[in-house]
């Protein structure tokens, strides 16, 4: 099966400038989540979808952050304006719902470096 | 707030011999756990997983050991060959929610 696609695969901006990131799930898979993952950290989750719904966003910082999913397969990332600390890479990651739990399968990222 | 952690930043190892990569939790509910493997310019990768109702799970040259007692987890890896070189992270979840992540450890194996 193909996996979760990301594009851009690098993205490189000055601060206060904008950017958005998209992200395709495997198909079928109706949770949707985006990480940050700064240079020596573990993914940190900032928004999980379930279909076209907002689960979690508790830790998206909403006053530059947005996210969106509006047909419950694709979704973006946005940030505008960007700061020099969103230097990250951003996974998007999908999987199957279920309240046992089920494995995250990750993109590859986008790589965004803020100058 | 309970956060997942490791214990090692660091592990080198030769190859051809056994890893082992530990990881402390804190959360009691946490009811699933994760164990990613992440090399250099890709995203995590899933190696295994066990819920907590389990206390070992073996897959290929792999094991997952879980003690809920003193909440740890630990990554074995047997053989360790070269390819095996990467970051590992290991993460939890309650009820399908909000997995987390830890800082990961990185794996050298020495030819």
């Known amino acids: 099966e193909a996996g979760v696609a990301q594009s851009p695969r690098y993205k490189i901006i000055e601060k206060r400038q904008s950017v958005a990131f998209w992200c395709n799930p495997i198909?079928?898979?109706?949770?949707l989540y985006w990480y940050q993952q700064i240079l020596g950290q573990g993914p940190k989750l900032l928004i999980q979808?379930?279909?076209?719904?907002?689960?979690?966003d508790s830790q998206l910082p909403k006053d530059r952050f947005s996210a969106e999913r509006l047909k419950g397969v694709d979704s973006t990332l946005k940030i505008q304006p960007a700061k020099l600390e969103d230097s990250a890479v951003y996974l998007c990651?999908?999987?199957?719902?279920?309240?046992?739990?089920?494995?995250?399968?990750f993109g590859n990222g986008t790589r965004l470096t803020v100058t | 707030g309970e956060s997942v952690g490791l214990h090692l930043p660091t592990l080198s190892v030769q190859e051809g011999d056994n890893s082992i990569i530990n990881c402390a939790y804190s959360?009691?509910?946490?009811?699933?756990f994760i164990w990613y493997k992440q090399e250099s310019g890709k995203g995590p990768q899933f190696i295994i997983d066990?819920?907590?109702?389990?206390d070992k799970r073996q897959g290929q040259r792999v094991t997952v050991l879980l003690n809920k007692t003193v909440k740890h987890l630990s990554l074995q890896i047997a053989a360790t060959q070269p390819g095996d070189s990467a970051v590992y992270f290991c993460a939890e979840n309650i009820r399908g929610y909000k997995l987390t992540f830890g800082k990961g450890t990185l794996l050298t194996v020495n030819p």
């Open positions: 066990i819920r907590s109702n389990m």
């Open positions: 959360n009691s509910a946490s009811d699933y």
């Open positions: 198909s079928g898979h109706a949770t």
């Open positions: 979808f379930q279909n076209n719904g907002v689960v979690d």
């Open positions: 990651a999908s999987s199957t719902p279920w309240s046992g739990g089920s494995p995250l399968h």
